[in-house]
T-cell receptor
């Protein structure tokens, strides 16, 4: 399957600083990427949908000024956690959607990055 | 709205035991159904999927059949291995170009040697 990378894989920062996480689709172009947050032993919570060249769509309850998303190219989306606090510590996972036509039918599939472990001290 | 319900975990099995992980769903339309696996410290990987009723998805010895009448997509494997220890997520996605994945809570499987 297609490959999605995330960088960094782990980051530790001080409270009040900002952290940027990169998500790249390595062998396909993705007009749509997704950012999820996963708490320990819980499911993935969709934070926002990132569309190339336009503003991200945030899920209810997610602060868009806190979690800045930029999707500047078809292979790169970034999530910036601004003024991070300990409660922002979590596992952040991105996903990229690959779409293709087959016999007149549009197929799409989401591929997930390996995740970024953020720890805010 | 859409929802996915998975059986409560965790599940602990001995190697070569039979595995069943239950998953039921609620959807307004005709969704595609997925099982994802997350190994420790890693992101999610697609394990198998089914796109319409009665389809059977299979991969790495795992199987799941899309049962529309019972709105279920239970995951099974005849003989688990220690390497199958991971978290398993059931998910659905409605049809449509802009549809999103809806995940169940996930269940942790531990396989003892």
């Amino acid at each position: 399957g297609a490959v999605v990378s995330q960088h960094p894989s782990r980051v530790i920062c001080k409270s009040g600083t900002s952290v940027k996480i990169e998500c790249r689709s390595l062998d396909f172009q993705a007009t749509t990427m997704f950012w999820y947050r996963q708490f320990p032993k819980q499911s993935l919570m969709l934070m926002a949908t990132s569309n190339e060249g336009s503003k991200a769509t945030y899920e209810q309850g997610v602060e868009k000024d806190k979690f800045l998303i930029n999707h500047a190219s078809l292979t790169l989306s970034t999530l910036t956690v601004t003024s991070a606090h300990p409660e922002d510590s979590s596992f952040y996972i991105c996903s990229a959607r690959d779409s293709w036509w087959g016999q007149g039918v549009l197929y799409n599939e989401q591929f997930f990055g390996p995740g970024t472990r953020l720890t805010v001290l | 709205g859409n929802s996915v319900t998975q059986m409560e975990g965790p599940v602990t099995l001995s190697e070569e035991a039979f595995l069943t992980i239950n998953c039921t769903y609620t959807a307004t339309g005709y969704p595609s159904l997925f099982w994802y696996v997350q190994y420790p410290g890693e992101g999610l990987q697609l394990l198998l999927k089914a796109t319409k009723a009665d389809d059977k998805g299979s991969n790495k010895g795992f199987e799941a059949t899309y049962r529309k009448e019972t709105t279920s997509f239970h995951l099974e494997k005849g003989s688990v291995q220690v390497s199958d220890s991971a978290v398993y997520f059931c998910a659905l996605r409605e049809t449509g170009a802009n549809s999103k994945l809806t995940f169940g809570k996930g269940i942790t499987l531990s396989v003892r040697p």
